[in-house]
């Protein structure tokens, strides 16, 4: 198992280009970036961008590692993120999910998604574009 530190340092060398991308896909949710959830959920999709099992340990691992980044508790950190999904999923009285994301959700009725389910489906987002750019 790695440590949160090394986790710490991979997430803040990501290039701009990632961080670009990202900003980018949580603006098609409508995401507000006043929350403190949005910074940690940035931080969340850098880390399990570099380590995708690290999506198998939500709360013993990345909860902490974006914890240590911000200086503050994986507590924090997990209901900041909460919070944040449930303001994107709240925003309108019906939550529309950005069409391209349409295809990895079943129930797309349901109120809001899970944070290892919101995370993990924008880290999918960007290894697809990833693929799309070394194919062009």
């Known amino acids: ?24 896909i949580l603006r098609e ?4 970036p006043h929350l403190s ?11 399990a961008y570099g380590d995708v099992s690290i999506l198998g340990r939500v709360c013993k691992s990345l909860y902490p590692a974006v914890a240590e980044l911000h200086d503050t508790t994986s507590s ?6 909460r919070t944040f999904i449930g303001a ?21 009725k349901r109120a809001k998604m899970e944070p290892r389910e919101f995370i993990a489906l ?6 697809l574009v990833e693929r799309r750019e070394i194919k062009c």
Request: include cysteine.
């Open 1 to 24: 198992m790695q440590s949160n530190s090394f986790l710490s340092n991979q997430a803040t060398q990501g290039n701009s280009s990632l961080d670009e991308r990202i900003i980018i």
């Open 29 to 32: 949710f409508s995401a507000p």
């Open 37 to 47: 959830g949005y910074k940690y959920v940035q931080s969340a999709i850098k880390i």
């Open 76 to 81: 924090r950190v997990e209901r900041s993120i």
């Open 88 to 108: 994107i999923c709240n925003k309108k009285d019906n939550f529309v999910m950005p069409p391209r994301f349409c295809g990895y959700m079943e129930n797309l």
């Open 122 to 127: 924008i880290v999918d987002e960007l290894f």
